[in-house]
């Protein structure tokens, strides 16, 4: 058996240390406190604090440890029979026993409620959850899941009281009755406040006694807020301006301001409908792929807070290689990018339409897709301009087919090389590009996710970057960067900010203002 073995509401004030609240501000928005429908950063976010997990990633670092569970592990050969034992004693926020039943129920109810918004979809490798006892927790597999383990440790395994969470229906009050590090004492449009839980039992230790989150409209009062020291921090919210603006400042020291920099596995993608009948002709797509300048779009619209990525999988996540940069370079390359169009038998200019949506991949998109359009036609090849429409027309129309060319942005579920591949391939998959990508789904990834021994997948992980190079359903952009932007009297941020994408509140301190 393969086994990981495990290693614990005041208002704002000047109290510090253990003992004071953190105030902070976002422009993400909490979709939902029931883990069986939030599938964003925001409820994730919410997740990871306020629930347990069998499993959890300690800080910096991408495998998971146990978490509720005493010890995990695989019991067979073939990665189809998961095993967890729950630590003793373990409780709810509200008093109530945490057992084996409720591991059995979180899961169930998340893969029978199916929310079109909800992880279901990372679950679908459960084929039943069994309780042997009131401590024993056997997942049973209906195909080979190596990355079962990293699924389970994500917001997709938090654990729910099945006395307050129904089988087959989301909770809607807005309240949650979890078993992690702090409990959800209230939760509205304008703000959700978090309290530490004193009958948590865990590794983690609380340097707070609470956190209070403000959800603001846009980076611009947020960054309001910070300047008025309205907020202790900032996180997921100001823009690549204000970052940069603060970064470069003479005067930022002065105010008590500081920047904190963390490694991030988010990525964006410029993605290919194959069904359309201008971005369907391979020579137009490699034309683009010859005339995307990244390093240009990262100085001029994201004042370097991301970094030119050029392959599916992002620097730092093991599997990752440069395919797109070894077959069409780092720098623009017109006639490249001519001779494919003329390949293709294209002699005039493509006219084509940039979908892009103004919020939900970040305040910058519209700009990135401005910029990029202006380097294909400057090339003199393309006549390209861009649509920006609101969230829902977007994704609706994205299903339906209608753009030939537009973003997606890509936050993981788990720092695992499965979670930058699986999701945009086969049956359902999130991209809606109408890709038949063959022996990728047929052959590797099916090799890959029944390999326990992660760094054996690099050759198949490598094979499926260097199809997709070569298919082009997909053109890679960027790897953003972490910040967090706070107070100078904050400190513990520096283990928040990590390719795991757990915001850990509890380990933020705050010490007393000079």
């Known amino acids: 058996m393969a086994v990981l073995l495990s290693g614990c509401g005041a208002s704002d004030n000047g109290s510090v240390g253990k003992d004071a609240r953190i105030s902070m501000g976002m422009t993400d928005k909490v979709f939902s406190t029931d883990p069986a429908s939030g599938y964003d950063p925001g409820s994730w976010l919410v997740f990871n604090n306020v629930f347990q997990s069998l499993l959890s990633f300690p800080k910096g670092s991408t495998e998971p440890q146990p978490e509720a569970a005493e010890q995990c592990g695989f019991t067979d050969r073939k990665s189809r029979v998961f095993r967890c034992t729950l630590k003793n004693g373990l409780k709810f926020s509200n008093g109530n026993d945490l057992t084996a039943k409720d591991v059995k129920h979180s899961f169930d109810r998340t893969l029978k409620i199916n929310d079109e918004d909800g992880p279901a979809v990372m679950l679908q490798s459960i084929d039943s959850v069994e309780t042997p006892d009131a401590r024993t927790v056997v997942f049973k597999l209906n195909t080979s899941d190596a990355t079962f383990p990293q699924k ?278 999130v991209l809606h590009n109408n890709y038949d990508a063959g022996r990728i789904t047929d052959d590797l990834l099916p090799r890959t996710a029944a390999q326990s021994n992660r760094s054996a997948t690099v050759e198949d992980f490598a094979a499926i970057q260097d199809q997709v190079a070569e298919d082009l359903p997909l053109l890679p952009i960027w790897q953003g960067k972490q910040y967090a932007v706070a107070q100078d009297n904050i400190a513990g941020l520096e283990w928040t900010l990590d390719a795991s994408t757990v915001f850990r509140f509890w380990e933020i301190s705050k010490n007393a203002q000079d």
Do not use: C
């Not at 010859?290 to 599916?312: F, G, I, K």
């Open 152 to 429: 389970i440790a994500s917001g997709a395994g938090s654990i729910v009281d099945h006395r307050e969470y129904p089988a087959d229906a989301l909770r809607e009050d807005n309240k949650a009755a979890g078993s992690g590090v702090y409990t959800l004492d209230s939760f509205n449009d304008e703000e959700a406040v978090f309290s530490a839980n004193g009958d948590y039992r865990g590794a983690a230790e609380a340097q707070n006694s609470g956190l209070r989150l403000r959800f603001y409209d846009d980076h611009g009062d947020l960054r309001e807020a910070l300047d008025r020291r309205d907020v202790d921090l900032a996180y997921r919210g100001l823009s690549a301006e204000d970052i940069a603006e603060l970064e470069n400042s003479t005067t930022s020291a002065k105010n008590g301001i500081k920047i904190v920099e963390g490694s991030s596995a988010e990525v964006h993608h410029l993605v290919f409908n194959l069904d359309d009948p201008v971005a369907g002709q391979t020579g137009v797509r490699e034309a683009i792929a010859y005339l995307v300048d990244r390093s240009t779009l990262m100085r001029d619209v994201y004042q370097r807070t991301a970094e030119p990525l050029y392959s599916l999988v992002p620097a730092g996540i093991t599997g990752h290689n440069t395919a797109f940069f070894d077959r069409f370079g780092e720098r623009p390359q017109p006639k490249k990018a001519a001779a494919a169009l003329r390949a293709e038998g294209i002699t005039d200019k493509v006219e084509l339409t940039l979908w892009s949506t103004p919020v939900r991949y970040g305040p910058a998109t519209d700009a990135e897709l401005e910029a990029i359009a202006a380097q294909l036609n400057a090339s003199g090849l393309f006549d390209a301009d861009v649509k920006s429409v609101e969230l829902s027309r977007y994704e609706a129309d994205i299903a339906k087919g209608k753009y030939g060319v537009y973003v997606k942005g890509w936050v993981p579920d788990y720092p695992d090389a499965d979670n930058f591949t699986a999701p945009f391939f086969g049956d359902g998959n």
